[in-house]
């Protein structure tokens, strides 16, 4: 059975993230490397029952209205965009920030026998839950032997 994988849409980006954020650095090799990306890749759980697949998706500081999802041709996409606020620091400067997901991105390839007109998603706790039902498949009819004449 073929079970759901990710795209790694950001993957360069977080190779070099440490880097060019380096503060050993001087300022002119963050014109190469800003260390941002559109898109962060959550982190998800996947567990298979018999009935359906059940996906959590990590996406804590959103609202249920920041999410898009859409399902087509086998290829299951989620994101996420909120309107990142810059905050002043009371004391000190900000030298690294890695805990914020203003964007999140992920597509998985869905196995054959899933019924995308039955996905479900509800949101809380910072948790995206996604229900993948499995499309109910008839009973394969008994083996036939066949006579050649």
């Not at 079970?3 to 300022?27: C, G, H, I, M, Q």
């Not at 963050?30 to 697949?53: H, M, Q, T």
Request: with cysteine.
């Amino acid at each position: 059975m073929k079970s759901p994988v990710k795209f790694r849409d950001n993957f360069w980006p977080r190779t070099f993230s440490d880097f060019f954020e380096s503060e050993n650095l001087p300022e002119w090799s963050k014109r190469f490397y800003d260390g941002e990306s559109k898109f962060e890749i959550p982190s998800v759980n996947i567990k298979e029952n018999e009935s359906d697949f059940q996906v959590e998706v990590a996406a804590p500081g959103f609202e249920k209205k920041d999410f898009k999802i859409d399902c087509s041709d086998g290829m299951l996409t989620l994101q996420a965009e909120r309107e990142e606020k810059k905050e002043a620091a009371e004391k000190g400067e900000m030298k690294r920030r890695e805990f914020s997901y203003s964007s999140i991105k992920r597509s998985f390839n869905l196995p054959a026998n899933i019924d995308e007109e039955g996905i479900s998603a509800r949101y809380e706790n910072g948790i995206l839950h996604l229900q993948l039902p499995k499309v109910k498949s008839a009973e394969a009819p008994p083996a036939k032997t066949i006579k050649v004449g």
